[in-house]
């Protein structure tokens, strides 16, 4: 087995928000020597909120120089759900609200790539024209086996679940589309979209944001890596990811957890 994956623990969202953004900032000046782009996928739930908190707010003694460069970014979902921007399952729509609607205009804007409307009843076509959205910024299919963002920021659901992609699903055996549609999600709505494993694991950085008590048994699973938590989707991303994988959670998500910590960034 390789290298392990990162576990920063902080003792509040806030204090968590505060490293994170230190972390996402050396992830985009990094990407600004390779390619002058910032090419981030991010997924929902609560993200959004923790993100805003994170990049809305600059350190006390921070250079604005070296803060977040949004004209520059491009940002993708991890995963989308087939549902209208307004409505609450739309993880566009989330992060619109919680940080997009926020940054300064002094900032710049970032280019966003948001599932195409006309096709909510297609998960197939909805996942086609994603990757196709895919292919323009990261060079065609043929010619680049796997994207590979500088940065993936992704949650842990409470069963293990991270992207859309569910435990024991057939879609954690994908290897071939970078991006696949999902018709019966354990978890409603039950139409979405999802970038595969390889996609996710390729990145250059894997970052997981996971808070709240709530979360201690599956992070117990997955960290400490037993058979069930090898299998679980995070764990597979651990597994693939091995030393790019870094995890973000208050003291709450990991009390109990036997998993060496890592000083603050």
């Not at 071939?176 to 039950?190: F, G, N, R």
């Not at 991303?237 to 603050?264: I, L, Q």
Request: proline fraction near 7%.
């Amino acid at each position: 087995m390789g290298k392990q994956a990162n576990l920063y623990s902080y003792p509040t969202v806030d204090n968590l928000a505060a490293h994170l953004r230190t972390y996402i900032l050396s992830c985009q000046k990094a990407a600004f020597q390779r390619h002058d782009a910032f090419k981030v996928a991010v997924s929902g739930g609560s993200l959004a909120a923790t993100l805003a908190k994170a990049l809305l707010v600059a350190g006390p003694n921070e250079d604005p120089e070296s803060g977040p460069q949004f004209s520059k970014w491009e940002v993708f979902f991890a995963d989308e759900r087939a549902v209208p921007f307004d409505d609450e399952d739309s993880n566009y729509g989330l992060l619109k609200k919680d940080l997009l609607d926020k940054i300064p205009r002094g900032q710049g804007t970032p280019t966003v790539h948001a599932i195409n409307l006309e096709h909510l009843d297609d998960a197939q076509e909805l996942a086609d024209q994603y990757q196709e959205a895919l292919m323009s910024s990261f060079a065609s299919k043929d010619s680049v086996k796997t994207p590979i963002f500088d940065l993936i920021l992704l949650g842990c659901g409470p069963d293990g679940h991270t992207c859309s992609l569910f435990p024991g699903h057939q879609l954690l055996r994908e290897s071939d589309a970078w991006v696949a549609p999902i018709e019966d999600s354990p978890k409603p709505p039950p139409r979405r979209i999802t970038l595969t494993l390889p996609v996710v694991t390729h990145a250059h950085k894997i970052a997981f944001v996971v808070t709240g008590g709530g979360k201690k048994e599956i992070l117990k699973k997955i960290l400490e890596a037993d058979d069930e938590g090898r299998s679980l989707p995070c764990g597979l991303v651990n597994e693939g990811g091995g030393e790019k994988v870094s995890w973000f959670t208050d003291h709450a998500a990991v009390e109990g957890v036997s998993f060496p910590r890592r000083g603050s960034l």
